[in-house]
């Protein structure tokens, strides 16, 4: 008997020892999932990407594809750091979700009770903007990005006074738009609830509790790490180029924390685990709940015949809520220069998926997490490398505008005469150059030749790694140049952002130094009108210009004999007389031009 009861429970846990393994085979919705992920970066001809996967509070898949450097064949690796861009938008709302759970900061509060300094573009936004406002992008303004972008400046300050500056394109509370200077705004509030930059209320708040401890907001931080990715980009749609950081300064609120797919899994636990980590609580579920509930309507997002189980489009705080295929889905992505991110959970499947790569403005990471996600729900596979490969075979590229280009035109002045330092209070300050019988834009990051298109208007082209002129690289911006009454090149305009007019930028001469003996020769009294006198003298080294009534005026040089007013745009003296003697003075305005005779 004993002997057929061992002969049993061998023919009994024999096929209970099959169906385990069969069990645990299946039970693994990720096998094999390298060819597939090995194909996207093929496809989307990436130099690199890193992907982590989080059930509950474990990391379940953790891999590096491709390289983090690619010309010295560096891979990456799960601990391969890598610029997230706007994905640091959920970090900085969520600080603002600390000061409410300490009982310091309301959301339906205005943004100005909490920041003095801020003004917007009318009075009505400036007293009834509130923080809620900020964190779900319904201000109603527009994006405004270039003022940060291409006049970048590292004064936190600076950029929130050009919020002032800066038109709506709709009414408050109405429609959903984008706008980075509201998350820098949200940065500043922490900033001065806690006495400290954001950059320290992040990591002692967030990152250090965390335990993200290579995550960092710098590019210097960033460089001096061992493991961090160089950012790419495709030229010509196959050449995998290098791409310079992108030092995104006092934006940083906005998008500059750097960080690891594995570090990013903690603070995927976070969110999926109703804001603790390992028990600790690193974020208050109230929160939580809030921050992933539909705040704003982004856009309808209806569903199409090709994917009608993708489909909702709404905003919490930091975060875009999706139905994802009957899935409730909350992610957001990031892009800055050279590279590409997607943070992306499920909450009621207690998944998170974390994709960075080393590619600018790329598909790649939507790609990933949707193949990756369809596996781990459970739900039959698209194939959604193919359906972007399809896509982007349908995409052309060409260079727009020269079919309204009047060929055989010419500047209306000579060259030259465009020099100045061009500014808009909203954006900033550019400086045009007469250089090699060439104009060349200059902004605080970028410089760019600016090409005859047609009599008065410019197009800007870009410059190569190695300075030369990069005629392939033709931006959308034409730069038309404005003329007074006078004749004189007063000012350019430039479209920077969509639904608003051109705007204006007002030019001031390239100031010339003058030594305070050669001013001399302009001091004196000027008969501007039978009771009005304008006084000309030397003050502090500088010349002025002082009319009763009116405050008093630092002139610049700007030519021989030709000088601006400082703090008047459009407002020029010019004064005449033969050889070394000055005998009168001509004040160019807008309304008209005035001479006047001296008289002392």
Same mark, same amino acid.
């Given at each position: 008997?004993?002997?057929?009861?061992?002969?049993?429970?061998?023919?009994?846990?024999?096929?209970?020892?099959?169906?385990?393994?069969?069990?645990?085979?299946?039970?693994?919705?990720?096998?094999?999932?390298?060819?597939?992920?090995?194909?996207?970066?093929?496809?989307?001809?990436?130099?690199?990407?890193?992907?982590?996967?989080?059930?509950?509070?474990?990391?379940?898949?953790?891999?590096?594809?491709?390289?983090?450097?690619?010309?010295?064949?560096?891979?990456?690796?799960?601990?391969?750091?890598?610029?997230?861009?706007?994905?640091?938008?959920?970090?900085?709302?969520?600080?603002?979700?600390?000061?409410?759970?300490?009982?310091?900061?309301?959301?339906?509060?205005?943004?100005?009770?909490?920041?003095?300094?801020?003004?917007?573009?009318?009075?009505?936004?400036?007293?009834?903007?509130?923080?809620?406002?900020?964190?779900?992008?319904?201000?109603?303004?527009?994006?405004?990005?270039?003022?940060?972008?291409?006049?970048?400046?590292?004064?936190?300050?600076?950029?929130?006074?050009?919020?002032?500056?800066?038109?709506?394109?709709?009414?408050?509370?109405?429609?959903?738009?984008?706008?980075?200077?509201?998350?820098?705004?949200?940065?500043?509030?922490?900033?001065?609830?806690?006495?400290?930059?954001?950059?320290?209320?992040?990591?002692?708040?967030?990152?250090?509790?965390?335990?993200?401890?290579?995550?960092?907001?710098?590019?210097?931080?960033?460089?001096?790490?061992?493991?961090?990715?160089?950012?790419?980009?495709?030229?010509? @749609?196959?050449?995998?180029?290098?791409?310079?950081?992108?030092?995104?300064? +006092?934006? %940083?609120? #906005? &998008?500059?924390? *750097?960080?690891?797919?594995?570090?990013?899994?903690?603070?995927?636990?976070?969110?999926?685990?109703?804001?603790?980590?390992?028990?600790?609580?690193?974020?208050?579920?109230?929160?939580?709940?809030?921050?992933?509930?539909?705040?704003?309507?982004?856009?309808?997002?209806?569903?199409?015949?090709?994917?009608?189980?993708?489909?909702?489009?709404?905003?919490?705080?930091?975060?875009?809520?999706?139905?994802?295929?009957?899935?409730?889905?909350?992610?957001?992505?990031?892009?800055?220069?050279?590279?590409?991110?997607?943070?992306?959970?499920?909450?009621?499947?207690?998944?998170?998926?974390?994709?960075?790569?080393?590619?600018?403005?790329?598909?790649?990471?939507?790609?990933?997490?949707?193949?990756?996600?369809?596996?781990?729900?459970?739900?039959?596979?698209? @194939?959604?490398?193919?359906?972007?490969?399809?896509?982007?075979?349908?995409? +052309?590229? %060409?260079? #727009? &505008?020269?079919? *309204?280009?009047?060929?055989?035109?010419?500047?209306?002045?000579?060259?030259?005469?465009?020099?100045?330092?061009?500014?808009?209070?909203?954006?900033?300050?550019?400086?045009?150059?007469?250089?090699?019988?060439?104009?060349?834009?200059?902004?605080?990051?970028?410089?760019?030749?600016?090409?005859?298109?047609?009599?008065?208007?410019?197009?800007?082209?870009?410059?190569?790694?190695?300075?030369?002129?990069?005629?392939?690289?033709?931006?959308?911006?034409?730069?038309?140049?404005?003329?007074?009454?006078?004749?004189?090149?007063?000012?350019?305009?430039?479209?920077?952002?969509?639904?608003?007019?051109?705007?204006?930028?007002?030019?001031?001469?390239?100031?010339?130094?003058?030594?305070?003996?050669?001013?001399?020769?302009?001091?004196?009294?000027?008969?501007?009108?039978?009771?009005?006198?304008?006084?000309?003298?030397?003050?502090?080294?500088?010349?002025?210009?002082?009319?009763?009534?009116?405050?008093?005026?630092?002139?610049?040089?700007?030519?021989?004999?030709?000088?601006?007013?400082?703090?008047?745009?459009?407002?020029?003296?010019?004064?005449?007389?033969?050889?070394?003697?000055?005998?009168?003075?001509?004040?160019?305005?807008?309304?008209?031009?005035?001479?006047?005779?001296?008289?002392?």
């Amino acid at each position: 008997m004993k002997k057929l009861f061992i002969i049993f429970a061998l023919f009994f846990v024999g096929p209970l020892y099959a169906q385990k393994k069969k069990a645990e085979k299946i039970a693994d919705p990720l096998a094999g999932i390298e060819k597939e992920l090995e194909q996207i970066l093929k496809d989307r001809k990436a130099a690199g990407f890193a992907v982590a996967v989080v059930r509950k509070d474990s990391v379940i898949y953790a891999k590096g594809f491709g390289y983090r450097d690619y010309e010295n064949k560096l891979p990456v690796t799960p601990n391969t750091l890598f610029a997230i861009g706007s994905c640091t938008k959920a970090f900085t709302a969520s600080l603002l979700g600390l000061m409410n759970k300490e009982g310091k900061l309301d959301f339906n509060t205005p943004a100005r009770d909490y920041l003095p300094g801020l003004k917007f573009f009318n009075d009505d936004l400036t007293r009834n903007v509130t923080v809620k406002d900020l964190m779900v992008h319904r201000t109603g303004l527009p994006r405004h990005d270039l003022s940060w972008y291409l006049f970048s400046t590292d004064s936190r300050e600076e950029l929130l006074g050009r919020i002032a500056y800066m038109e709506p394109t709709a009414p408050l509370r109405q429609t959903w738009q984008y706008n980075n200077f509201m998350y820098l705004v949200q940065g500043m509030i922490a900033e001065k609830h806690y006495g400290k930059t954001w950059e320290e209320v992040l990591s002692e708040r967030l990152l250090k509790p965390m335990g993200m401890r290579r995550s960092n907001s710098s590019i210097a931080a960033l460089t001096a790490d061992s493991d961090a990715a160089l950012g790419y980009e495709l030229e010509n @749609d196959s050449l995998i180029s290098k791409r310079d950081y992108y030092h995104i300064n +006092a934006m %940083g609120p #906005a &998008g500059s924390i *750097n960080s690891s797919v594995m570090e990013m899994a903690r603070w995927l636990k976070v969110w999926i685990n109703k804001g603790k980590l390992n028990g600790r609580e690193i974020l208050p579920e109230s929160y939580i709940n809030e921050a992933i509930s539909s705040q704003m309507v982004v856009s309808a997002l209806l569903p199409q015949a090709e994917s009608p189980d993708v489909h909702l489009s709404n905003y919490g705080y930091g975060w875009i809520l999706n139905s994802y295929r009957g899935h409730y889905r909350v992610d957001h992505g990031g892009n800055i220069d050279g590279f590409s991110a997607n943070t992306a959970f499920y909450p009621a499947d207690s998944i998170g998926i974390v994709v960075l790569t080393n590619q600018n403005a790329s598909s790649l990471n939507s790609v990933v997490r949707n193949t990756l996600a369809d596996r781990l729900l459970g739900l039959k596979p698209v @194939d959604w490398n193919g359906r972007m490969n399809k896509a982007q075979a349908k995409s +052309a590229s %060409g260079t #727009a &505008g020269e079919e *309204n280009r009047k060929k055989g035109t010419q500047p209306s002045h000579p060259l030259k005469d465009y020099e100045g330092v061009y500014t808009h209070k909203a954006y900033g300050t550019f400086e045009v150059k007469y250089q090699n019988d060439s104009l060349i834009a200059v902004f605080p990051l970028e410089k760019m030749w600016l090409r005859h298109y047609h009599y008065d208007v410019f197009q800007s082209v870009g410059y190569d790694k190695s300075g030369r002129v990069d005629t392939t690289e033709i931006f959308d911006v034409l730069v038309p140049f404005y003329m007074n009454e006078a004749g004189d090149i007063v000012s350019a305009k430039l479209q920077l952002q969509a639904g608003l007019e051109s705007l204006t930028f007002t030019k001031a001469g390239l100031s010339k130094e003058v030594s305070e003996n050669d001013l001399r020769v302009f001091e004196g009294e000027y008969q501007l009108a039978p009771q009005a006198i304008a006084r000309v003298y030397i003050k502090n080294q500088k010349l002025h210009l002082f009319i009763a009534g009116q405050p008093e005026y630092e002139l610049l040089p700007v030519g021989d004999r030709k000088f601006e007013i400082k703090s008047l745009a459009g407002y020029t003296l010019e004064f005449e007389g033969k050889e070394e003697r000055v005998e009168s003075v001509k004040f160019i305005q807008p309304n008209g031009i005035f001479k006047a005779n001296k008289v002392k």
